[in-house]
């Protein structure tokens, strides 16, 4: 929420002093303060073609406010989008934005003027025509779909000329918990995807059928937005952020890594968490992290929810630590993957390039490592994995400080490359660190290669930069049985790092099952995971009631552990039955991407699961429609696909080149005009920027206008006089 500081009582200058030349002069000054002001961040970002030669106009703006309520393991997020139609015409506006990747949307509200329309989930082909044809009709519509897990798309039909119209995204998601710290993640900023062009000759589907010309990636231009350049248009989508948290235990620090922020103590257990500068340029995501007073970090256990006539239960369980000596340690192949593509330029490439060195030292001589690096191609520093002796690692040092950004993000031929085994038999334990933002859109072929190609391998991502893809991260080291690490700047590599390599070097916990007293526990996920020091084993189930117990069980080290709780003893919670479902979905699709399930199974499983609990899901969509028709018939409605920033870091030339074009129109859009984005064809267009320099402004305009004021009250008098 924007603040403007309070009028002040300014006591107006004796009007026979000033002239009216002094006052021409004065506001001429208060334009080129204006016109030489930093750029703010409410500056418009899109220009719309005018009628035939009319020059472009101003187009919708955006800003948005996410609110968010932490209690305990869950949190329940609120995101408010503000378009503000700046033009004369009829407007339909579509915004790519980002949400976690496992958010359970299920709540879309559009506020029109006095109007409050409440979405309904529907199947995604029947929410479409039904916001097309209320789009057709003149009525104002809004329609919220997910492109990605953590990719979603809102379009609103029918913004009037000069209207402000609010669509309203409720989520659900679940706090990852690592090592004592909780971390809320919300991603504010889509990063532009490399998108591989059609398949080649040679290339073969997962069905073993041929692909050759095949377009790997036919919704690219509902993931590509246009991107503003930095150096030639002023940031836009301003966001403000408010986190409401209820810890459930005495806190202790509460961090971001990320922005600045303002934290108030609202109890020992509270906070109130808001952006130090209100409003930021949504152009990098924003993370809180919080930990529990110095005391013993309090225990996980079991949480509850009653909904319909089924009982929904999170468990979060931490498994013992074994104390491991370094002669105790397996001997391990470890391959390193860094990613040294154009969306690395800058920040990116040194934070992965100090991850890279900072596991390199890590290595001992009983350890034999690879480094891959890849853009658009791919090199080895080894044919294979070497001991690592001193000259080897100094040798890959250098290998490593030579990369420079270049280049697109092709990931599956390193990734393959990194995972093939040719000594399956020698008991050494092999893993596999993978550095990258994940910039890509053909996440689900990158899910189906891990599973073909893991064998003993684990998996372990990095997630670089200020808007990883965590989507493509946490699912790939979901599926590589490994773990996922983030890394936003240079002052984490450290911290995060030492955790990401100690959790290498120590024993995961392996072989875990959860084995409930009551039948018909349906669990997820139905295989759990293995896991690595510090992080706690969490998963959800759907029971009949809440009698019995629950018994997890595994192996430490090789060493058996098993504990059994009550179900009786579950705390109350709120949003269980959203995260299990949302979590089953998952599941589900990946069921489907390894093809353990086929196509038509799996998707009439997601489809009864999101109908069942109205969630957005890739089958299903939220729709909104007015019922009263305010566009008169043929009146022109003009479509503008709202722009975003570039993240916070990256390189725009490194990215998109020097004669960057966008993607193709959306087929499905069907209005009679469109949007470009500022620049993107090449003419420069001056808008205002409005939040810039604000309180000179503001200050100087005031004093003009009390000025003014006194000026017609002294000098209306004399001129009538004068008459």
């Known amino acids: 929420?924007?603040?403007?500081?309070?009028?002040?009582?300014?006591?107006?200058?004796?009007?026979?002093?000033?002239?009216?030349?002094?006052?021409?002069?004065?506001?001429?000054?208060?334009?080129?303060?204006?016109?030489?002001?930093?750029?703010?961040?409410?500056?418009?970002?899109?220009?719309?073609?005018?009628?035939?030669?009319?020059?472009?106009v101003e187009a919708v703006r955006l800003a948005t406010d996410v609110a968010v309520e932490v209690s305990g393991p869950t949190a329940r997020a609120v995101v408010t989008q503000a378009f503000r139609n700046t033009t004369a015409d009829w407007v339909e506006g579509t915004y790519v934005y980002p949400l976690p990747e496992d958010a359970a949307v299920d709540g879309m509200t559009l506020v029109v003027g006095g109007r409050v329309i409440v979405a309904d989930i529907r199947e995604r082909a029947e929410a479409k025509r039904v916001y097309a044809a209320a789009r057709a009709a003149g009525q104002s519509a809004a329609l919220t779909e997910q492109q990605r897990p953590n990719v979603f798309t809102n379009a609103v039909a029918n913004i009037a000329p000069g209207e402000t119209v609010l669509v309203r995204i409720t989520y659900q998601q679940t706090i990852p918990v690592s090592g004592g710290t909780r971390t809320l993640r919300l991603p504010l900023v889509v990063a532009p995807r490399y998108n591989s062009a059609a398949a080649a000759a040679d290339?073969?589907?997962?069905?073993?059928?041929?692909?050759?010309?095949?377009d790997l990636l036919p919704d690219r231009a509902r993931i590509s937005p246009p991107v503003l350049d930095p150096a030639s248009a002023s940031p836009v989508n301003p966001v403000g952020v408010t986190v409401r948290l209820q810890a459930g235990f005495a806190l202790g620090a509460v961090r971001s890594a990320t922005h600045a922020i303002r934290v108030e103590e609202t109890g020992p257990e509270a906070r109130r968490v808001t952006l130090a500068e209100g409003v930021v340029p949504a152009d990098r995501d924003f993370e809180l992290t919080?930990?529990?007073?110095?005391?013993?970090?309090?225990?996980?256990?079991?949480?509850?929810?009653?909904?319909?006539?089924?009982?929904?239960?999170?468990?979060?369980?931490?498994?013992?630590?074994?104390?491991?000596?370094?002669?105790?340690?397996?001997?391990?192949?470890?391959?390193?993957?860094?990613?040294n593509s154009g969306s690395m330029a800058g920040p990116s490439l040194r934070q992965a390039k100090a991850g890279l060195l900072a596991g390199l030292a890590r290595l001992t001589p009983r350890d034999r490592f690879n480094v891959i690096r890849f853009d658009d191609t791919w090199d080895a520093l080894h044919s294979g994995p070497v001991a690592a002796t001193p000259e080897a690692l100094a040798a890959a040092a250098d290998f490593v400080a030579a990369l420079e950004a270049r280049g697109g993000t092709e990931i599956l031929a390193p990734l393959k490359a990194a995972l093939a085994d040719s000594r399956p038999e020698d008991g050494r334990v092999r893993q596999v660190v993978f550095l990258t933002d994940g910039a890509v859109g053909d996440e689900e072929r990158i899910f189906a290669a891990i599973h073909a190609g893991l064998g003993r391998s684990r998996l372990f991502m990095v997630g670089i930069g200020s808007a990883p893809n965590g989507h493509l991260m946490?699912?790939?080291?979901?599926?590589?049985?490994?773990?996922?690490?983030?890394?936003?700047?240079?002052?984490?590599?450290?911290?995060?790092?030492?955790?990401?390599?100690?959790?290498?070097?120590?024993?995961?916990?392996?072989?875990?099952?959860?084995t409930f007293s009551v039948p018909g526990a349906e669990v997820t996920p139905g295989a759990l995971p293995d896991l690595y020091r510090g992080e706690p084993l969490v998963f959800a189930a759907r029971l009949p009631d809440l009698e019995g117990t629950v018994?997890?069980?595994?192996?430490?080290?090789?060493?058996?552990?098993?504990?059994?709780?009550?179900?009786?003893?579950?705390?109350?919670?709120?949003?269980?039955?959203?995260?299990?479902?949302?979590?089953?979905?998952?599941?589900?699709?990946?069921?489907?991407?390894?093809?353990?399930?086929?196509?038509?199974?799996?998707?009439?499983?997601?489809?009864?699961?999101?109908?069942?609990?109205?969630?957005?899901?890739?089958?299903?969509?939220?729709?909104?429609?007015?019922?009263?028709p305010r566009r008169a018939a043929g009146t022109p409605l003009v479509a503008a696909d709202l722009p975003l920033n570039l993240p916070?870091?990256?390189?725009?030339?490194?990215?998109?080149?020097?004669?960057?074009?966008?993607?193709?129109?959306?087929?499905?859009?069907?209005?009679?005009?469109?949007?470009?984005?500022?620049?993107?064809?090449?003419?420069?267009?001056?808008?205002?920027?409005t939040g810039a320099g604000y309180l000179l402004q503001l200050g100087l305009g005031l004093l003009l206008a009390l000025l003014g004021l006194c000026l017609h009250r002294h000098g209306g008098r004399r001129f009538g006089d004068a008459r």
């Open 1 to 56: 929420m924007l603040r403007f500081p309070s009028r002040s009582a300014v006591e107006p200058p004796r009007p026979a002093a000033l002239s009216p030349l002094f006052l021409a002069l004065l506001a001429l000054l208060v334009m080129l303060a204006s016109a030489r002001a930093t750029p703010g961040t409410e500056r418009g970002g899109l220009i719309l073609r005018g009628p035939a030669g009319a020059g472009p």
């Open 203 to 214: 290339t073969v589907a997962l069905d073993g059928a041929a692909e050759s010309g095949r």
């Open 290 to 339: 919080w930990e529990a007073a110095s005391s013993p970090v309090p225990g996980l256990g079991l949480f509850r929810e009653s909904v319909a006539g089924q009982t929904y239960l999170l468990a979060a369980l931490n498994p013992p630590e074994i104390a491991t000596e370094a002669a105790e340690r397996p001997a391990r192949d470890v391959t390193f993957v860094i990613d």
């Open 474 to 514: 946490r699912h790939a080291a979901e599926i590589g049985r490994g773990s996922f690490t983030e890394i936003r700047d240079l002052a984490q590599v450290g911290e995060r790092t030492r955790a990401l390599y100690a959790k290498l070097e120590a024993p995961a916990v392996t072989d875990l099952t959860a």
């Open 551 to 628: 018994t997890v069980s595994g192996r430490v080290g090789g060493r058996a552990w098993t504990r059994t709780l009550p179900l009786a003893e579950a705390a109350a919670g709120s949003g269980i039955s959203k995260a299990w479902a949302r979590a089953r979905v998952g599941e589900t699709e990946t069921a489907r991407i390894t093809r353990r399930l086929s196509p038509e199974a799996a998707d009439a499983a997601i489809l009864a699961l999101a109908l069942e609990h109205g969630l957005t899901t890739r089958l299903t969509s939220l729709v909104a429609v007015d019922a009263t």
């Open 648 to 689: 916070a870091g990256w390189d725009f030339a490194k990215v998109f080149g020097t004669d960057h074009r966008r993607a193709a129109p959306d087929p499905d859009r069907e209005t009679e005009a469109r949007a470009v984005p500022i620049s993107a064809t090449g003419a420069e267009v001056a808008l205002p920027a």
